[in-house]
């Protein structure tokens, strides 16, 4: 199976070298379909222009078009695998740390509960593998992605999350893992670990606007979700703000970093780097948790019981801080949670 499909695509690889042989300059594709309208009526970032039909597997299959993908993957830290070492042999840790963990995950719903030896980081044929179809005018494109669907949370093993395209690659690692029940209600809450809040990479939850402790105040809490009032979820996308088009392999493509322009598409002025107040009220936030004795100057939790107001306070604190996007993935909901929060400790 494999080989005929790898048959096929060296005739059709054949056939389209034969093609740029007698055209100086490969012709470009028709642009692509512009994005959804945000909910505020701001365009979507324009999608990535097509590539001409019969050109359509050489565009993405020559090694010019590898080496600054190549060269910005470099840069990233999914290639360094900082953790890859102390957590990517770990059963419950691998999924997300290495390649041999994700890829079993994927496969068959669980990782080796031995663990691994040997695990390497996240690299290409983690995340891609073959295409799914080669229809790509009438099917779109899936880059040859791996998990290109839904997402089921592991946190609660219900949530579905969706973000409709190639950014649903993002959310199997990009997510809390299911370690503590978040604070709701009044009665007292044990916080049992120095580890207490998401870990570690909570951003899909946050741009979709859930998994926080919503403590009612003077601040409005944005909706959720495709619906919700979060333009960042509805008119961009992990792709548009990390893998933007880009010269220089330190920003954009495949190095994750945001580009400046997946910004100007809508700040026409050039975008705020944190959300109004961002560092102020999170060291406020910070000092009162502290003074409650919940938190220690390195972030960590110290374990007691505690009333629930404050162990909720303190899972946003963890949650805003574990996303290390000072705001930005979602602007509305991270003040609402600042100011709430706030209040209610005071
Ligand atoms: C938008 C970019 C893009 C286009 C266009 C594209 N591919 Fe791919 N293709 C990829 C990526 C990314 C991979 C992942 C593996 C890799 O990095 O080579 C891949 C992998 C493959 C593989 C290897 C899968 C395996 O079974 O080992 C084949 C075969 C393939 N593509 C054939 C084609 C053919 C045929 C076309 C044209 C009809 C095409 N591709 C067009 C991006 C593209
Ligand atoms: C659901 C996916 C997931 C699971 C499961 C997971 N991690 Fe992580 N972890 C991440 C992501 C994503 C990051 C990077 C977050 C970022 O850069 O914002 C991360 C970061 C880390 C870091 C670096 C922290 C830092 O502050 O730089 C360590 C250490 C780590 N994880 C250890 C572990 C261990 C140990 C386990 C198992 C007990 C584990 N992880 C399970 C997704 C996961
Ligand atoms: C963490 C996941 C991840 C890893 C690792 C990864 N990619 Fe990708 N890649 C993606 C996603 C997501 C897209 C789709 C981007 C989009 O929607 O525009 C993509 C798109 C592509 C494309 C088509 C878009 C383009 O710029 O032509 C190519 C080719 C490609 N990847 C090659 C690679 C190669 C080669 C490597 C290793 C050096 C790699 N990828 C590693 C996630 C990944
Ligand atoms: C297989 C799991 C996995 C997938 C899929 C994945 N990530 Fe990551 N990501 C990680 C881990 C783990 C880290 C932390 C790297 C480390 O220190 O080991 C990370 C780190 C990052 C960072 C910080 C990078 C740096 O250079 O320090 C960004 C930004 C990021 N990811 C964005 C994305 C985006 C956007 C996608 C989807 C296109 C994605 N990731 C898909 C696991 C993943
Ligand atoms: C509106 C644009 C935007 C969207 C959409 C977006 N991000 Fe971000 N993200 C940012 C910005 C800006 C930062 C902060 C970067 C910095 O500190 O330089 C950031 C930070 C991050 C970081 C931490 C990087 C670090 O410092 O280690 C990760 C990981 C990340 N984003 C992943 C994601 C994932 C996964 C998604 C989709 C669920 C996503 N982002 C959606 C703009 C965006
Ligand atoms: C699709 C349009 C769009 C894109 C793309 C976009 N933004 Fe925004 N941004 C908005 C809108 C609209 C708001 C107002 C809040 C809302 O509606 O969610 C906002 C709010 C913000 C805020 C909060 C400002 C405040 O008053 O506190 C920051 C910070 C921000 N954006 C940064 C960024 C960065 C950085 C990027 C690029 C990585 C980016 N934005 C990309 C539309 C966009």
């Known amino acids: 199976m494999k080989n005929l499909k790898l048959i096929g695509f060296l005739v059709i690889f054949a056939s389209s070298l034969t093609f740029i042989q007698c055209t100086s300059d490969p012709i470009m594709g028709p642009q692509g379909i512009s994005g959804i309208d945000g909910t505020d009526g701001i ?4 999608g990535v222009n097509g590539v001409d039909g019969t050109a359509s597997c050489v565009a993405c299959h020559n090694n010019s078009h590898r080496e600054p993908i190549n060269e910005s993957y470099a840069m990233s830290g999914h290639a360094a695998g900082g953790a890859v070492g102390y957590a990517g042999g770990r059963n419950g840790c691998a999924q997300c740390h290495s390649n041999e963990g994700y890829l079993d995950y994927l496969n068959t ?11 390497g980081p996240v690299s290409c044929m983690t995340c891609h593998d073959q295409h799914s179809t080669f229809d790509f005018e009438n099917d779109g494109h899936d880059f040859a992605l791996r998990s290109i669907d839904a997402e089921v949370l592991y946190y609660d093993g219900i949530t ?8 649903n690659n993002c959310i199997a690692c990009h997510q809390p893992r299911n370690s503590y029940v978040i604070p709701a209600g009044s009665d007292p809450y044990e916080i049992t670990s120095k580890r207490f809040g998401p870990h570690h990479g909570p951003q899909s939850t946050v741009l979709e606007g859930i998994l926080t402790a919503n403590i009612p105040g003077s601040v409005g809490y944005p909706g959720s979700g495709a619906n919700g ?28 970093w945001v580009t400046e322009d ?3 598409a809508c700040h026409t002025n050039g975008a705020p780097a944190e959300v109004t107040d961002f560092t102020a009220d999170m060291a406020t936030l910070k000092q009162l948790l502290m003074d409650k004795g919940l938190l220690l100057e390195d972030n ?3 374990p007691g019981t505690y009333p629930n107001i404050e162990a909720q306070a303190a899972w946003n604190y963890r949650t805003l801080l574990e996303d290390k996007s000072h705001g930005v993935h979602n602007p509305k909901l991270s003040k609402a949670l600042l100011k709430n929060s706030i209040e209610a400790l005071q």
């Open 109 to 119: 719903g669980a990782t080796n509960p031995d663990g691994y030896t040997g695990q």
């Open 160 to 167: 579905v999350l969706d973000f409709e395209g190639t950014s």
């Open 262 to 264: 997946s910004c100007t």
């Open 229 to 256: 009032d979060n333009t960042h979820r509805t008119g961009s996308s992990c792709v548009s703000c990390h893998m933007g088009a880009s010269t220089d392999p330190n920003t954009g493509m495949h190095s994750f």
């Open 43 to 46: 365009d979507g970032v324009n």
């Open 300 to 302: 960590y939790l110290i």
